[in-house]
Nanobody, 124 residues
């Protein structure tokens, strides 16, 4: 199983950017796929998760600005980020786990597979 995150880069505050997480070896429609981020000098934090049968779950810090979506045909999960601010600067990683787990989707340790991360830098 491999997850490949892409789409990072440098943007100005207020801009939008879309990240992609291409999944190989597992059908995204059958699993929980989440985005986490880690800012310099900070701990990794949950951003959003998507899975079948439920609405996506967003961290309060990104709710209303970020949108997660899924293309089952391309087996890819997208993170559309808008109204970016410097506090969004981080390495963004996607992760995948079983949808049968009872652990909170916000728990990083509950995810089995991780992508390599893509860096997003927002300048003011």
């Amino acid at each position: 199983v491999q997850l490949q995150a892409s789409g990072g880069g440098e943007v100005q505050a207020g801009a939008s950017q879309r990240l992609s997480c291409q999944v190989y070896g597992r059908a995204v429609s059958n699993y929980v796929v989440a985005w986490f981020r880690q800012a310099p000098g900070k701990e990794r934090e949950f951003v959003v998760a998507i899975w079948s049968g439920e609405d996506p779950y967003y961290a309060n810090s990104v709710k209303g600005r970020f949108t997660i979506s899924r293309d089952n045909g391309k087996n890819t999960v997208y993170l559309q980020m808008s109204r970016l601010n410097p506090e969004d600067t981080a390495v963004y990683s996607c992760a995948l786990r079983s949808s049968q787990s009872s652990l909170p989707v916000t728990l990083a340790s509950s995810y089995t597979y991780w992508g390599q991360g893509t860096k997003v830098t927002v300048s003011s």
